[in-house]
Each structure stands twice: as structure tokens, then as C-alpha cells.
């Protein structure tokens, strides 16, 4: 019997998460997988943002309409999908701000990074990479 695959999936919604989805208004779904060569294998959210980051030269996303996202990243296999972690960020005067809530652990509160015009995907990647490198430390 063979195993499926299971691939990271990444989506996006325009709004603050209060425990539904039904309110948001839904910006773009990504999915992808990257396996690390010469290392033990990613974190949920260094995966996610390889694939971010895989995908900013090839695509774009809207741009925010408000001052908050909601973003959830799960694992797809076949037709159902495994919550990993949660990001809610809030976008105000070019700065971005989350917290990040993955598992069973605390939420981690980020420091700011510079956004200005940026689409989402670029927002989620930035806020992503700023949080890891400052756990790499």
C-alpha cells in the first residue's frame, strides 16, 4: 500500500481570526513542499516560508484592504488538512506585527518589520523570516 504525499499548505484571508473563517474574506491558498538535502528536515514554519519564498518570483497576491490578516498554515493529505499553526498579523502605518500560534505552545509575539506596499505573500514571508532568524540567535 502506498502512502500519499502530503504537501504544506498556506491560506490567506483579509481580517482579524476570532475562531471562524465565515467573516474573512479569503485572499489566496498556496500549496507546496520543500525537503531539505543536507540537513534534518524544516520546521512547520521555516517550510512555509521556502514556499513563500519559492513563489515570490512566480506569483502575486492582493495586496491587504484592511489592517489585519489571518494566516493558516496545515498539511494536506488527499482531501483533508491538518491545522500546524496560525499567524495573525496586524499591518499599521508600513510596520507588521504577529503572533504566531503553533501547536500546543504559546503564542510568540514578533518583532516589527517594515512592509509598505507589499502584497500579502511578501508580508507573510517578511514576518516569517524576521521571527526565525530571531529564534536562530
Do not use: W
Amino acid at each position: 500500500m502506498m502512502s500519499e504525499e502530503t504537501v504544506l499548505t498556506i491560506a490567506a484571508y483579509d481580517g482579524k481570526y476570532t475562531g471562524s473563517l465565515d467573516l474573512l474574506a479569503h485572499l489566496f491558498d498556496l500549496d507546496g513542499s520543500v525537503v531539505p538535502y543536507d540537513r534534518p528536515p524544516f520546521s512547520v514554519l521555516e517550510e512555509a516560508l521556502k514556499v513563500l519564498e519559492l513563489c515570490a518570483d512566480k506569483y502575486s497576491t492582493p495586496r491587504p484592504n484592511g489592517e489585519y490578516l489571518s494566516v493558516l498554515i496545515g498539511r494536506k493529505c488527499g482531501s483533508e488538512t491538518e491545522p500546524l499553526a496560525r499567524l495573525d498579523i496586524r499591518v499599521k502605518n508600513g510596520l507588521a506585527r504577529a503572533s504566531i500560534v503553533a501547536g500546543d505552545t504559546a503564542s510568540a509575539e514578533t518583532a516589527a518589520v517594515v512592509v509598505d506596499t507589499d502584497d500579502v505573500a511578501t508580508i507573510v514571508r517578511k514576518v516569517l523570516q524576521q521571527h526565525l532568524s530571531r529564534n536562530e540567535s
